[in-house]
């Protein structure tokens, strides 16, 4: 089990506008990843953390930011939507003894950009 | 699902058969893979996991194998219920860095409806 929760679970606005999404666990693992979904491209990984303030891009990181203050928050900020990412965002986690390891999702955010 | 691509490979099987589910996977240094069932409205699950130096790997009701020869995984469902219904992927990792963990690679899965 992740002990993921995202929030919020479901939201739309308007194109320009900034929104974050929140991804918060209660395991304590290390690393932590944000990944959107799309009908055609299954699952990409956007941004992961190895760390509290560690960071680094995925494969479709352009027009997101991540932030990890504290172990348990890893936060997806896209500072100003366009309709090409509206999409489905999951976060996941892994407890970092490793390279090889499962990585386990949150239940996913439903964005819609307008 | 409504998550997932419109038009995924799909496998209708009867309730109590057992199901295949096949994933041909890119890198030959992939070295660890994943199944994961994802259903509607929900966010992927893990099923099992193998990594490369096996071929083989069983747990309850699934069993994946791995053919690293010709880079395939596949995933049996024995008596399949109607509660295994839902999109199935398989995961390889790809160059896996400490400070990474693991860096998967989703393939984009296979619908599995099964009928009463």
């Known amino acids: 089990d992740a002990g993921i929760t995202q929030s919020p679970r479901h939201k739309v606005t308007e194109t320009g506008t900034p929104v974050t999404l929140r991804c918060h666990q209660t395991?304590?693992?290390?690393?932590m990843y944000w990944y959107r979904q799309d009908p055609g491209h299954g699952l990409r990984l956007i941004h992961y953390s190895y760390g509290v303030k560690d960071t680094d891009k995925g494969e479709v990181s352009d027009g997101y930011s991540v932030s990890r203050s504290k172990t348990e928050d890893f936060l997806l900020t896209l500072e100003s939507a366009t309709s090409s990412q509206t999409s489905v965002y999951f976060c996941?986690?892994?407890?970092?003894?490793?390279?090889?390891?499962?990585?386990?999702f949150g239940p996913g955010t439903r964005l819609l950009v307008l | 699902g409504e998550n997932v691509g419109l038009h995924l490979p799909t496998l209708s099987v009867q309730e109590g058969d057992n199901s295949i589910i096949n994933c041909a996977y890119s890198?030959?240094?992939?070295?660890?893979f994943i199944w994961y069932k994802q259903e509607s409205g929900k966010g992927p699950q893990f099923i099992i996991d193998i990594r490369s130096n096996m071929d083989k790997r069983q747990g309850q009701r699934v069993t994946v194998l791995l053919n690293k020869t010709v880079k395939h995984l596949s995933l049996q469902i024995a008596a399949t219920q109607p509660g295994d219904s839902a999109v199935y992927f398989c995961?390889?990792?790809?160059?896996?860095?400490?400070?990474?963990?693991?860096?998967?690679?989703f393939g984009e899965g296979t619908q599995l409806t099964v009928n009463p």
């Open positions: 890198n030959s240094a992939s070295d660890y």
């Open positions: 995961a390889e990792n790809i160059n896996g860095r400490e400070t990474s963990g693991s860096r998967l690679t």
């Open positions: 996941a986690n892994s407890p970092g003894q490793g390279a090889l390891e499962t990585q386990y």
């Open positions: 395991e304590n693992h290390r690393y």
